[in-house]
């Protein structure tokens, strides 16, 4: 796994997102290939779209909390985000439990 960051655009461009500061985050390369142009997802046993969570806008420790290297969403945002963006996969889960033993995660 690479631990460099790319510019994501939060809103793609292909929905009308803008190369602004307030439209681009560090990402890495797995969140920004897994996100993709996503604004949002469909959680299981509803029909309403969920919108994912936007790191210039919304504070992260409402959404979520790290347990022994997983994420643990705390609302529909966080759940829908978890989802899309696979936070939850076995190998990011164990690289977050190495690099917190090492003291460098969160
Ligand atoms: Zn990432």
């Not at 996503?38 to 790290?66: C, E, I, M, Q």
């Not at 290297?69 to 439990?97: F, H, Q, S, Y």
Request: aromatic content about 6%; charged content about 25%.
């Amino acid at each position: 796994m690479v631990f460099t960051f790319q510019a994501d655009h939060i809103v793609s461009r292909k929905h009308g997102g803008l190369t602004v500061i307030e439209n681009l985050a560090n990402a890495c390369s797995v969140c920004n290939q897994n996100k993709s142009s996503d604004l949002g997802t469909y959680l299981p046993g509803s029909n309403r779209l969920v919108r994912l969570f936007n790191p210039r806008k919304d504070v992260w420790r409402k959404h979520f909390k790290a347990v022994n290297g997983e994420i643990i969403p705390l609302t529909k945002i966080g759940t829908a985000t978890v989802k899309v963006l696979d936070l939850n996969d076995a190998d990011r889960v164990n690289l977050r439990r190495l690099l917190t033993i090492q003291g460098r995660y969160p």
